[in-house]
């Protein structure tokens, strides 16, 4: 879970990362469409203002997953940074529109990059601004176990990339390279749609309740775990989904016919106790008991049995 001052300094982080990349967007646009005429640096200012947009997406969910279940939600509002990081995949596709029809104007229609230098050295600032606060939201985002977050983080970085690569091909184009201008804004579309698609991939997963690879592997801890205690005869199903950045799962056990209701009781919290040190992400275990019947092997209608 994400402790409240953890979640005020994730807060704070995205807010710099808006206000920077925004800042340092409009300055690379201006710059690229005025003084430099560079495809890239143009390519790479709305890069900047795209990925400030979606760190805003991403700050918006910071704030509403927090809130508490309620008559409307009563698992929480959890998902709701799942849907923030698909909201902001689509508008990371809608920009790399926009850079690959500038980029294949500028590849049929190559022309003189004016002061080049001056560009390629805003284009290094963005680019260490960039990485540090990439950094900075990858190492509090995987803590927090934040999907939105941690995309976030990786956008920020490729943004940070896709500024190093400006650079690099404004560093080209003071040589007469002009081509190279509009070659590296295609690869920051590139970037952008691979990073957008992976983004779509793994918040759809989580909306839709499917078990990703973490889930799939404490699924069969679950089962070892419960089945250490004493008075737990056999542990047969375990179901896992992600809810945001935790983990809701269902336990079904045999257990002795003759258990009592207070026996059964206590057995139940130490499994809880026992599941929640080993897996911390695991925020609901329901765990249903069933009594032990010789020469039974129990089955699961979806098939799913660990």
Same mark, same amino acid.
């Given at each position: ?110 022309? =003189? *990059?004016?002061?080049? +230098?001056? &560009?390629? !050295?805003? @284009?290094? $600032?963005?680019?260490? #601004? ?47 390279? =002009? *081509?190279?201008?509009? +070659?590296? &804004?295609? !690869?920051? @579309?590139? $970037?952008?749609?691979? #990073? ?56 079904? !056990? ?53």
């Amino acid at each position: 879970m994400v402790e409240k001052d953890n979640s005020k300094s994730l807060e704070g982080a995205t807010k710099i990362t808006v206000i920077s990349l925004l800042i340092l967007g409009i300055i690379q646009i201006i710059l690229g469409e005025t003084v430099s005429k560079s495809v890239a640096l143009t390519a790479n200012g709305i890069d900047c203002i795209g990925d400030g947009f979606v760190s805003a997406i991403v700050w918006v969910g910071l704030v509403y997953f927090q809130k508490p279940a309620d008559h409307r939600f009563h698992y929480g509002y959890y998902k709701v940074e799942n849907l923030a990081a698909i909201v902001a995949a689509i508008v990371m596709f809608a920009l790399a529109g926009y850079i690959i029809y500038r980029s294949y104007l500028g590849i049929i229609h190559p022309h =003189e *990059i004016s002061l080049p +230098i001056l &560009g390629a !050295i805003v @284009a290094l $600032i963005a680019t260490l #601004i960039a990485w540090g606060l990439g950094i900075v939201k990858y190492i509090r985002g995987k803590q927090s176990n934040l999907t939105s977050l941690k995309l976030d983080a990786f956008n920020t970085i490729k943004d940070g990339t896709a500024s190093f690569l400006t650079v690099l091909a404004l560093i080209f184009a003071a040589y007469g390279f =002009e *081509i190279a201008d509009a +070659i590296v &804004g295609f !690869i920051i @579309a590139f $970037i952008i749609i691979s #990073i957008g698609f992976a983004s779509i991939k793994e918040s759809s997963y989580v909306l839709l309740d499917a078990c990703d690879r973490s889930c799939v592997d404490v699924g069969p801890l679950i089962k070892d775990i419960a089945e250490e205690i004493d008075g737990v005869k056999s542990a047969h199903i375990v179901r896992l989904r992600r809810t945001g950045p935790v983990m809701q799962g269902e336990l079904e !056990i045999d257990v002795p016919g003759n258990m009592t209701v207070k026996e059964l009781y206590k057995l139940r919290k130490k499994i809880e106790k026992k599941v929640r040190s080993e897996v911390p992400d695991l925020q609901r275990l329901s765990i249903i008991a069933h009594p032990e019947e010789p020469g039974t092997v129990r089955t699961t209608k979806t098939g799913f049995e660990i």
